[in-house]
């Protein structure tokens, strides 16, 4: 058994010995200074087989006699060798490897040690003859420390309970003696909150158990080295000096509070590190501030930012401090947008460096004279949401720079550009010229550089994305946000990936791409909540895209809890496209639960809308009732005020307002999506011009070009009730079936679901069309719910004499030239007749034409 003085070795010892299940009599030794001499250990050895009833013959040599009387017993024998510590080349350690060697099974040697014994362990662990317990299995459980400390007659909470276990690492000693200090104490927790190894009763042990036995040149190499909060050999040079770094590997090998690490790293245990540091600050004042610098030096040399900022801010280097932070970009970490990793140590909270500059005094962006302080204390005041405080350094920063412009670095004016990049409220003319420097600064800057910095990559694609949103450039907006996706989630800052999911899921959405917004929106939810960062930087988008999903997936409820999130984020944080966006898809909700009045609600104040009914004529511009139009209709971008008036005249097409919905889609001006001719073909069939409607959705199915899915739907939709309506089912059925096959591709619900007052009688009467889609159709209930009912033959084009020749012989599975030549007439005639088939029976395929035939008792 081994750890460090304190973790109850003797006492698990004890406790084995007294549990009866030893194979044989036990001899007890505990060793004292001075026992590593062989005249001194096997008296004492000896003197303890003798109290265990094993009486020693034979005079000269122990080992040889010890060895004799134990092979000659029946049954085998415990040696405890209690706090056994002998150095690897005495003569001790000789005999007692061929005392283990001569008698195998006589002999259980159980050895309580700060360190592994100079024995062949491995050899042994090979043989499968070692047992051994360290110091984690040593380390007490919270369930054990819980009955020490009632011991003692202290309760603690379980969320103290546990930051006394952190602290302490199991320790007992350190346990013990929290539970002797807490005894009486007022407030139990107050006292764990601040217990930890600078506690007096700690360094009192640690200073008697291991200082006080250490000589002077040890003592000096373990206060330097308990400066950082690890430490290899070259750093161990740079704090003590080449001799003492000489000495490292042994110190760190016979120390049990020294933990191993990788690739040649080790740590102290956290309170013998405090302890250490204290006692250093107390012998030399001033010393320990300047070991802080070497080490801070030496990290940033090594290219460990994190840890060097972290030592220039113990030592009060905050300039030092702000300028490593600047230069090396890690600004990203400030602003929250990655976590962190230390070599050796693993993956570490990303504020941790944030962590380390916050004590940074208020006077120092004003005094140091350089920027650097001003941009640090800017970041970490944006990332605490005090946007005030921010603006304030910034300008400090730039008032500096101004001052003397041949000072600000490339990586500084990165640093501030990024800064800026991050404003939850963006002047847009801002950040288009915030944006366009940042990224000409990233033209110029190494690769290499930006290879470790993936979240200055992501950010300024992600400002980008949003940049082209709120401009409604939905395309370009996708383009980069997608790319802004991959380094993001390199960066590991669940904030800055979940920021880029939400925006490229609402781009998307707002697009036409349910399917695709879905998937994104369902990633950006799995992500874990970014608790530490204020509400008014978490943004509406990912909520918005979130409630826009919910509506396509025909979710109501979830939708408007999604869209309250969204709402309170845009009233902390004000952002009138976020605030556009929020009232279009409310607006939608409205229409989803068949509530146009308050679809229009939603909507008017947003493009300040009148109340009351009052028209708006000629150019007039749209006010509210005695009002003047607020900021936020002032900054509403036109492609947004577009699709809310849009959304307008869809509500009021659904309330019979046939020409306040024409009014608002002609004040939508030219739009670019095809989303104003639908509008209009909307108004025109609520009006009673079936033609028109109908000639404007053609249009829109003959576009060319690329046609968003929502729209595509819709006027496929449209045209179906059209043709349905017109007496021209096949071309009804056509058109119905494509909507069908697109919208259960993309899982689109939201057309379907406000198609279904018409949809409905007609689907019940066409279980063919509807068997493909039956699991789509059926989460909107629309699915047939008995089996297939007769088909109404009005429905469809009376079928001639001649046509029902053709199709008799269809059921044959003959050709069109068999047909032809069955019933004397050329194939011409017979492809004709076969075209007039299709039609009347909404078909495409002659498959079909026989089912639907049959299903008719036509043939």
């Known amino acids: 058994m081994t750890g460090p003085p304190g973790t109850g070795k003797t006492m698990?010892?004890?406790?084995?010995?007294?549990?009866?299940?030893?194979?044989?009599?036990?001899?007890w030794v505990t060793l004292q200074r001075g026992a590593e001499q062989s005249e001194v250990f096997w008296p004492m050895v000896l003197s303890a087989f003798q109290r265990a009833g094993v009486e020693v013959s034979g005079d000269g040599d122990p080992v040889a006699a010890l060895a004799l009387t134990l092979t000659e017993r029946a049954q085998p024998v415990v040696l405890v060798l209690d706090d056994l510590s002998v150095p690897a080349d005495c003569e001790v350690n000789r005999d007692l490897g061929r005392l283990l060697r001569d008698t195998r099974a006589w002999l259980r040697l159980v050895v309580t040690a700060r360190q592994d014994p100079p024995l062949p362990m491995r050899r042994y662990h090979l043989a499968q003859e070692l047992t051994e317990i360290g110091a984690e299995q040593l380390a007490f459980s919270e369930r054990e420390a819980e009955q020490l400390l009632a011991q003692h007659k202290v309760g603690l909470s379980q969320s103290s309970l546990r930051t006394l276990l952190a602290r302490t690492e199991g320790w007992a000693a350190g346990l013990r003696l929290a539970a002797i200090s807490m005894e009486g104490h007022h407030d139990p927790d107050e006292f764990v909150a601040h217990f930890g190894g600078d506690d007096n009763s700690v360094v009192a042990y640690l200073m008697e158990e291991v200082l006080d036995a250490e000589p002077d040149d040890r003592r000096r190499l373990l206060m330097a080295t308990g400066v950082p909060e690890r430490i290899n050999a070259e750093l161990a040079t740079e704090l003590a000096g080449p001799v003492a770094g000489r000495a490292f590997a042994a110190m760190v090998r016979d120390n049990a509070f020294a933990t191993r690490l990788d690739h040649g790293w080790y740590r102290y245990h956290p309170m013998f590190g405090e302890a250490l540091r204290l006692i250093l600050r107390h012998e030399t004042p001033g010393h320990l501030a300047e070991l802080d610098l070497r080490a801070a030096s030496w990290f940033a040399r090594a290219g460990d930012v994190h840890d060097a900022v972290w030592h220039a801010a113990r030592a009060g280097a905050w300039p030092y401090a702000a300028r490593l932070v600047v230069d090396h970009l890690e600004i990203g970490r400030l602003l929250g947008l990655r976590s962190g990793h230390v070599p050796g140590e693993g993956p570490r909270p990303g504020h941790v460096l944030g962590d380390s500059l916050r004590a940074m005094?208020?006077?120092?962006?004003?005094?140091?004279?350089?920027?650097?302080?001003?941009?640090?204390?800017?970041?970490?005041?944006?990332?605490?949401?005090?946007?005030?405080?921010?603006?304030?350094?910034?300008?400090?920063?730039?008032a500096l720079i101004d001052r003397s412009p041949a000072t600000a670095s490339p990586s500084l004016r990165m640093s501030i550009g990024l800064v800026r990049l991050a404003d939850p409220q963006p002047?847009?003319?801002?950040?288009?010229?915030?944006?366009?420097?940042?990224?000409?600064?990233?033209?110029q800057a190494?690769?290499?550089?930006?290879?470790?910095?993936?979240?200055i990559e992501a950010m300024v694609l992600a400002a980008r994305g949003s940049l082209e949103l709120r401009q409604g450039r939905l395309n370009e907006a996708v383009a980069a946000l997608r790319a802004a996706v991959e380094p993001a989630a390199l960066a590991g800052g669940d904030f800055l990936y979940r920021h880029c999911l939400g925006q490229l899921a609402l781009a998307e959405g707002?697009?036409?791409?349910?399917?695709r917004a879905c998937e994104l929106a369902a990633q950006a939810?799995?992500?874990?909540?970014?608790?530490?960062?204020?509400?008014?930087?978490?943004?509406a988008a990912a909520h918005l895209a979130s409630a826009w999903v919910a509506i396509q997936r025909v979710e109501p409820g979830r939708a408007k809890q999604e869209l309250s999130k969204a709402h309170a984020a845009v009233r902390q944080c004000p952002d009138a496209v976020m605030a556009g966006v929020h009232a279009l898809i409310s607006a939608q909700a409205r229409l989803l639960e068949n509530l146009p009045r308050q679809a229009l609600d939603e909507t008017r104040e947003a493009v300040q809308e009148p109340r009351g009914g009052q028209e708006l004529r000629g150019g007039q511009e749209p006010r509210g009732a005695g009002q003047e139009p607020c900021e936020a209709a002032v900054a509403l971008e036109p492609w947004l005020r577009r699709r809310l008036l849009l959304i307008q005249a869809e509500a009021h097409a659904a309330l019979g307002e046939a020409a306040q919905a024409r009014a608002c889609a002609e004040r939508a001006g030219d739009a670019d999506d095809l989303r104003k001719p639908l509008a209009l073909a909307v108004a025109a069939l609520s009006e009673g011009r079936p033609g028109e409607a109908a000639q404007a959705v053609h249009a829109v199915l003959s576009e060319p070009g690329l046609v968003p899915l929502d729209v595509r739907l819709d006027a496929l939709l449209l045209d179906a009730r059209l043709a349905y309506q017109n007496g021209d089912p096949s071309r009804g059925r056509r058109m119905l079936d494509r909507a069908l096959r697109l919208g259960d591709r993309e899982q689109a619900l939201l057309p379907f679901a406000r198609s279904k007052p018409w949809l409905q009688p007609l689907l019940r009467h066409d279980p063919y069309l509807v068997r493909p889609y039956q699991r789509f159709l059926a989460r909107l209930r629309l699915a047939p719910d008995g089996g297939e009912e007769q088909l109404d033959t009005a429905m469809y084009g009376r079928l001639s004499a001649r046509e029902l020749d053709v199709l008799q012989h269809l059921t044959k599975v003959m050709t069109t030239e068999?047909?032809?030549?069955?019933m004397y007439v050329s194939v011409n005639t017979v492809k004709t007749h076969l075209k007039s088939i299709y039609r009347k029976l909404a078909v495409t395929r002659r498959a079909e034409a026989v089912r639907r035939a049959k299903h008719l008792s036509l043939v």
């Open 525 to 539: 939810e799995q992500l874990p909540d970014p608790g530490p960062v204020p509400a008014g930087r978490r943004g």
């Open 818 to 822: 068999e047909i032809a030549a069955q």
């Open 427 to 443: 002047r847009e003319a801002d950040l288009a010229r915030t944006l366009t420097e940042v990224e000409s600064l990233l033209q």
């Open 446 to 455: 190494p690769a290499h550089s930006l290879d470790q910095h993936p979240e």
């Open 510 to 515: 707002l697009r036409g791409r349910p399917a």
């Open 12 to 27: 698990a010892a004890i406790s084995w010995a007294m549990c009866g299940t030893a194979p044989g009599p036990i001899a």
């Open 361 to 398: 005094p208020d006077t120092v962006p004003h005094l140091a004279g350089a920027p650097e302080p001003a941009v640090v204390a800017a970041a970490l005041a944006r990332a605490g949401g005090d946007e005030e405080s921010c603006a304030a350094a910034l300008e400090t920063a730039q």
